[in-house]
């Protein structure tokens, strides 16, 4: 078992036309992919993530 490493997390809100993905390889980031909005409630494991990403469908006016 791990101890919790302290760390800060940025969310970004943003809205393409681009369906095509490309991002710079980090060691964070593991994959990076478009998926609809159902799929992702599925995908994020965390509850404060998934609240995260209903206000944001909210913002843009996307929520179901």
Avoid: C
């Avoid at 997390?9 to 478009?34: G, Q, S």
């Avoid at 992702?40 to 843009?60: D, S, T």
């Amino acid at each position: 078992n791990k101890k919790p490493v302290p760390k800060t997390i940025y969310y970004y809100l943003l809205e393409t036309a681009d369906k095509d993905l490309t991002i710079t390889a980090e060691p964070e980031v593991k994959e990076a992919k478009w998926m609809s909005q159902d799929k992702a409630r599925q995908f994020i494991g965390y509850e404060n993530a998934k609240e995260i990403f209903q206000a944001a469908l909210k913002k843009l006016g996307l929520d179901k």
